[in-house]
């Protein structure tokens, strides 16, 4: 409830707001049916009064105060009851000041709002408000305190995450409902809405390894020496034409798929929280990994190579050398390394 006051001075009017003067003016005839609630902010400026319905009846609502002695305003308050929700999906609000024209000792102007209900970005998320309409044609705000959940059954284009929803894939016309459980005696009520997602297609996609060469954890020799890794880390990244790449390495619509061309099953794709990498399964040799998404159909391939120690070449030499000294090359061997063995 407002409370504004008009003052009138010959033929000229003026109304100002009088609601943190004369909030605690206002009573209610019957407090079983309604009553009256007063806000104040941090500051004690801003004021509000609130009427809380209690029960079903009738409760003549009047203001008065010491300074006019009379009842300024009158109103009542009916019972209502709740007719269905109202969702509405905000990407975003662009808006429009019309002209200016004297009102009184200030100036107005119009001001057109437009809500709109596209996600054009992976960055950008649409708020979805959710609005109870009353029987006497007034909304209400509603939100998690009234059990409010919001769900869709196109998981694939959008993700939901409370009262926001991000793009994953464009479409249009994508399903959008809103479930309340504690909202007046009407029991769960559901409101229906749909948004839109629009994302920037990509140019190309850019693909690459930490290692193009790695091993297995359980070869002796090149995993224990430190120019053979036993995994190599996949990094991502889509390129645009109009916007910085975007790196996808921890994105949950990327696509690495290193079985299709693997006929030798040489690799297999782990996951850790800073994205993908690829581990030996066991044979030696070379193989393509895909590297797709599931929001665009732009794919690449990237080549990883398994080795694996085959033999194991053995040259001996004196140390230090001495004149007529020469240099045993033994071939592949089986060594055996001990204490008095200083060059081999």
């Known amino acids: 409830m407002s409370i504004r006051g008009t003052f009138q001075l010959g033929s000229d009017t003026v109304e100002l707001p009088l609601t943190s003067l004369l909030a605690t003016h206002v009573t209610s005839s019957n407090p079983s049916v309604a009553t009256i609630r007063v806000e104040r902010g941090p500051n004690e400026r801003f004021v509000s009064v609130r009427v809380d319905g209690k029960g079903r009846g009738l409760a003549n609502l009047a ?3 010491s300074l006019a002695g009379v009842a300024l305003i009158t109103g009542s308050n009916e019972a209502v009851s709740v007719q269905g929700l109202i969702v509405t999906p905000i990407a975003g609000i662009s808006m429009t000041i019309g002209s200016w024209a004297a009102y009184g000792p200030t100036f107005a102007a119009a001001l057109d709002v437009e809500l709109r209900s596209t996600i054009l970005s992976d960055e950008e998320r649409a708020y979805i408000g959710v609005h109870a ?15 409010l959940s919001l769900s869709t059954a196109a998981t694939s284009n959008v993700a939901v995450d409370g009262q926001w929803i991000s793009g994953l894939t464009t479409g249009s016309g994508i399903p959008l409902v809103a479930t309340v459980t504690n909202l007046g005696c009407r029991g769960i009520l559901r409101g229906y809405s749909s948004v839109s997602v629009l994302l920037p297609v990509p140019l190309r996609v850019a693909a690459s390894l930490s290692a193009a060469t790695i091993t297995t954890n359980d070869d002796p020799i090149l995993s224990a020496s430190e120019g053979v890794g036993v995994r190599s880390y996949v ?19 990327l696509v690495i798929d290193a079985d299709s061309l693997d006929s030798q099953d040489l690799v297999r794709v782990d996951y850790t929280t800073e994205g993908p990498f690829l581990v030996a399964n066991g044979p030696a040799g070379t193989t393509e990994i895909i590297i797709a998404f599931t929001h665009t159909s732009i794919t690449t391939t990237i080549s990883v190579t398994v080795i694996r120690t ?9 140390c230090p050398a001495y004149p007529g000294s020469t240099v045993f090359f033994g071939g592949p061997a089986s060594v055996e390394c001990t204490y008095y063995c200083c060059c081999c």
């Open 133 to 147: 309409v009353f029987s006497d044609g007034k909304l209400a705000v509603v939100g998690p305190q009234h059990g």
């Open 310 to 318: 085959a033999s194991i070449n053995v040259i001996v030499s004196p």
């Open 63 to 65: 203001f008065s105060n």
């Open 235 to 253: 990094n991502v990244a889509l390129q645009y034409a109009s916007r910085e790449d975007q790196v996808m390495n921890v994105d949950s619509r």
